[in-house]
């Protein structure tokens, strides 16, 4: 039995917070403990009682003044699309294209999928993610790649193999009956394998024949303890195409609902241009809108409306996500940033304890899982963030006028990078490392 203390300033989501003086949503303590025992949360709360109740011979490791939050979760991220990020000046579908299709085609070769997946679970550490929902390539390698590197660093994960058969170069395509195959196959190697879990991955509507559709609608009621994700009304070219590859169809949703794939566990992103028909299909069967807010404004695809969307009568759940490629870095801080501007430009504002529940407790229920990470509950999965406000000049300066804990996290939120994660903890061991020499 393995057993530390991470001391610091503790904050865990116990809802989410209506808002900045919410103080019954949260849990803080300005001296607080974690006791992990074995890569789980044993006990948590004051340090002295924490402690105590452990014995003097458990090693403590101190990290005030800083904050000890859950780890972050990212809703929706493309791994093989690393050498994608930065590309200039292309809307979804000729980005995809003129850069996606061919960056994606080199991951037919496995070590070539191993080496970046290695890079970009180093990317996720270093910007305080511990989760994500992620879309490998079309080839069963990358999925084999991705999993067995999140698997040696014992990382929650949710991941699958893109199905996709038409509407893409060759290199990038499978069939109907390979991508079920496939994808069979690969469930059965990795969901619940350690801590991955996989998620049936048509890539969307476009790149998928109404076979293919047919074959991910038949995973998704043979495997319903797995996850589905998908791209929904991104872009208005893609909705238009889809309306005319899918004629029968009410709208772009339709075409999901039409092959069983909406429901609790399917994880829709982008979902910016959602007419109100859509938008009850998605809350009646439980399914969620995933808010990439860089992606959809680097991009030009438009601006989602995150607050009316949990307002209206048939509230969405939401996940938030960073999208890399199509978004512009790793942080789930930075995702937050973006999204508080997305938001104030629909009139809105969304207050930073709700930012933060959002990527801890708020995606890990957006993603089903918040049973097992995202709380910091005794017996949840002891991933870890551990932020330093003061991490640069700038925010030393102005935490000398910081008062209070929304106006700390604001100041993270809007301030903070990579540079501001002082720590990462991944099943209760430390993981936070330089980058590693390409």
């Known amino acids: 039995m393995q057993e530390t203390i991470i001391r610091g300033r503790l904050v865990a989501f116990l809802r989410e917070p209506r808002a900045e003086d919410d103080a019954n949503a949260y849990l803080y303590e300005e001296d607080g403990a974690l006791l992990i025992r074995d890569g789980r949360v044993a006990a948590r709360g004051d340090f002295v009682e924490v402690s ?44 995809l294209n003129n850069y996606t299709f061919p960056e994606e085609a080199k991951f037919r070769d496995m070590q070539y999928g191993r080496r970046i997946a290695r890079l970009f679970l180093d990317e996720l550490i270093r910007h305080g993610t511990t989760t994500a929902a992620v879309y490998c390539s079309v080839h069963k390698s990358s999925a084999e ?42 469930i059965a190697q990795w969901h619940g394998r350690g801590r991955q879990l996989y998620a049936v991955t048509p890539r969307f509507a476009i790149t998928s024949s109404p076979e293919q559709m047919e074959m991910a609608g038949a995973l998704v009621a043979e495997h319903p303890d797995c996850h589905m994700q998908t791209h929904l009304s991104e872009n208005h070219a893609e909705i238009a195409l889809t309306q005319e590859l899918y004629p029968w169809s009410k709208d772009y949703t339709d075409v ?53 969307y949990r307002k209206r009568e048939k509230p969405l759940r939401i996940a938030s996500a960073t999208d890399v490629g199509g978004g512009t870095n790793y942080s789930m801080l930075r995702t937050m940033d973006e999204g508080y501007k997305v938001i104030a430009l629909n009139g809105e504002k969304l207050n930073p304890l709700a930012s933060f529940w959002q990527i801890t407790r708020g995606n890990a229920e957006a993603l089903s899982i918040d049973d097992r990470i995202g709380t910091l509950e005794v017996g949840s999965e002891a991933d870890i963030v551990v932020l330093d406000s003061r991490a640069t000049s700038v925010m030393r300066l102005r935490m000398e006028t910081i008062e209070t804990l929304a106006e700390e996290l604001f ?28």
């Open 52 to 95: 105590v109740a452990a014995g003097a011979n458990v090693p403590v490791i101190d990290h005030r003044p800083h904050l000890l939050l859950p780890g972050f979760i990212d809703g929706h991220a493309h791994y093989p699309q690393m050498q994608v990020i930065a590309s200039y000046g292309a809307e979804l579908l000729d980005w």
């Open 256 to 308: 999901y609902g039409h092959y069983g794939l909406l429901g609790p566990k399917s994880l829709f992103g982008h979902c910016i241009h959602l007419s109100g028909r859509e938008a009850d299909a998605l809350s009646d069967s439980g399914s969620v809108a995933v808010f990439c807010p860089t992606s959809n404004l680097f991009l030009g695809s438009g601006l989602f409306d995150y607050q009316r």
């Open 411 to 438: 100041l993270l939120q809007t301030l903070g990078d990579d540079r501001a994660i002082a720590e990462v903890y991944v099943a209760g061991r430390a993981a936070k490392s330089p980058l590693t020499t390409v």
């Open 145 to 186: 790649a991705f999993f067995a590197e999140a698997d040696e660093r014992d990382m929650r994960m949710v991941a699958g193999k893109v199905m996709m058969d038409r509407n893409a170069p060759d290199g990038v395509t499978d069939t109907p009956q390979s991508g079920y195959d496939d994808t069979k196959a690969l």
